[in-house]
């Protein structure tokens, strides 16, 4: 028997110690494990997303988000339950499920942040919104699928509207447009950002042939539609840049630098990227800016995430150049010298006694070839350099049937809006171009498309064309007329509504996610 003095424990103090040490340490090491091997995961499956640019001869472009992509399938982008049937216009892309932002180690990840749960809500409203447009694009066609069943008429329900009501051939889908548009004017929030001085930010022409750049930005400062200052509650974030200024005051004319008009975009994405969250958490995909200038699509190539992954909305829609019609949206340029529009109407029909009508200097290689071809060459197609004096351009637009709109050197010509004011048929003379509001408005109910290739062939083209077929198409332009008018202040439906509703049809084809 040992004596009392000399008992030692099976573990004394020291043993304890250790044992106090080490669990922890295993604790601490399976930790870092789960949280390793899920960030090791997500970073393999980096995917390289592949966007279809232009029509389907256009060759692909391809780019790598550089951060994940969400592994979930993607939903069919929303733009294609309003094409309804097939058209011209470029078919977007399928937009990708992005999720983005930067994921947090450390710190509290028992739950979300209020910034996130905020998010969440927004991206749940968006979610029924799709859901709600792509049940009014399948109500549409199958009432249109039963009228074509039938010899019975049946009238379509739209929901209850206090204004007008979009119907016709001039709309892929009016019963999706139209819902879209009235989730779009509940739902739809846009913030500004602040930074930036007067006249390269916040301001731009409203009285040039860049008007509709200058305007639109104009609304957007005054806050009246869509606006809120509360950047969380914002769908989408608008860059208030104007191109058209920037060049002004920041190019050297007759010199090839364009790097002064360059530097300036990029450092305010910069500076709105270091002082706000939004840009990081979707690499701009949700951001967007809105240009009518020529330069709009090289200044926004300046930054390379924002060229593949924001909203770009452009005058300049050339699918050669990088237009991409499932993110970028093309809006119209109107050429407004006063300010406002001068008149809208023309001659009705059976008096209209000028087959078509063209007048416009040389301005790109199209136009040459058109001049070529039918300059003073013929009493139907009256194509002019300078018109005569006393010989008034808007009553020629005025008297004929069709008016001819061909690209100068860049694709988007304001003579296309100047057809529609005067209620002439406009022909669009193009390669690549994507007319405005393409993912809404069928264009060929109210138009004529010609590639550049058949220009000779224009007169027996519009010749081909029945009386009747002709008459159709006048009632279609007088129709989708308010869809490009410029108001002051907004009214619904106008050419302001129609560009915020492309922003919003994008906004919707995304989904964005903060970690």
Not at 57 to 66: G, V, W
Not at 232 to 238: I, L
Not at 385 to 412: M, R, T, W
Request: aromatic share 10%; with cysteine; proline share 7%.
């Amino acid at each position: 028997m040992r004596a009392a003095g000399n008992y030692r424990p099976a573990f004394s103090l020291s043993s304890y110690s250790v044992v106090l040490l080490v669990i922890p340490l295993l604790v601490l090491l399976l930790m870092l494990t789960f949280l390793i091997q899920p960030l090791s995961s997500r970073s393999s499956s980096s995917l390289s997303e592949t966007w279809a640019v232009g029509n389907s001869s256009s060759t692909s472009r391809n780019f790598s988000y550089s951060r994940a992509l969400s592994a979930a399938p993607a939903e069919a982008p929303l733009t294609s339950f309003l094409y309804g049937s097939p058209s011209p216009a470029p078919a977007p892309a399928p937009a990708p499920q992005i999720s983005t932002g930067a994921i947090q180690v450390g710190g509290n990840r028992r739950g979300k942040s209020w910034r996130s749960m905020k998010l969440d809500k927004l991206e749940a409203s968006l979610s029924k919104a799709r859901s709600s447009i792509r049940e009014a694009a399948a109500t549409s066609l199958r009432l249109k699928n039963k009228i074509n069943s039938t010899t019975k008429s049946v009238q379509l329900v739209h929901d209850q509207d206090p204004d007008y009501v979009p119907h016709g051939r001039i709309y892929r889908n009016a019963h999706a447009f139209h819902r879209s548009y009235q989730l779009m004017e509940k739902l739809f929030k846009i913030y500004v950002y602040e930074e930036g001085e007067v006249p390269l930010f916040h301001a731009g022409p409203c009285k040039s042939i860049y008007s509709s750049e200058g305007r639109f930005i104009h609304e957007m400062e005054k806050g009246k539609f869509y606006r809120t200052k509360d950047p969380d509650e914002a769908h989408v974030y608008f860059i208030p840049v104007s191109v058209t200024n920037l060049v002004e005051y920041l190019y050297v004319h007759g010199t090839p630098d364009r790097d002064p008009i360059k530097r300036a975009f990029m450092d305010y994405v910069k500076v709105i990227a270091d002082r706000h969250p939004f840009w990081n958490r979707s690499l701009g995909a949700d951001h967007f800016m809105l240009s009518c200038h020529d330069w709009g699509p090289v200044t926004s190539s300046s930054v390379p995430d924002f060229f593949h992954n924001s909203i770009r909305v452009l005058c300049n829609a050339n699918t050669s150049e990088g237009f991409n019609p499932s993110k970028d949206a093309s809006f119209p340029e109107i050429n407004l010298l006063t300010g406002e529009i001068s008149s809208l109407g023309g001659l009705p029909p059976s008096t209209r006694t000028v087959l078509a009508f063209f007048a416009g200097r040389l301005h790109g290689h199209i136009r040459y070839l058109l001049l070529n071809e039918w300059k003073g060459k013929d009493e139907d197609v009256q194509v002019y350099e300078a018109l005569p004096k006393k010989v008034s351009y808007e009553n020629k637009l005025k008297s004929s049937k069709f008016c001819l709109c061909p690209s100068g050197y860049e694709v988007a010509s304001p003579r296309v809006v100047e057809a529609i004011y005067a209620e002439c048929v406009p022909v669009l003379i193009s390669d690549a171009y994507v007319p405005p509001f393409s993912d809404v408005l069928n264009w060929r109910s109210f138009s004529v498309q010609i590639p550049v290739k058949n220009i000779s062939d224009i007169k027996n083209i519009l010749m081909g064309i029945s009386h009747r077929q002709y008459l159709r198409m006048q009632r279609n332009v007088k129709q989708v007329q308010r869809h490009f008018v410029v108001s002051g202040p907004p009214k619904r439906y106008d050419v302001f509504h129609m560009i915020v509703h492309s922003i919003w049809l994008r906004r919707l084809n995304i989904r964005v996610h903060d970690f």
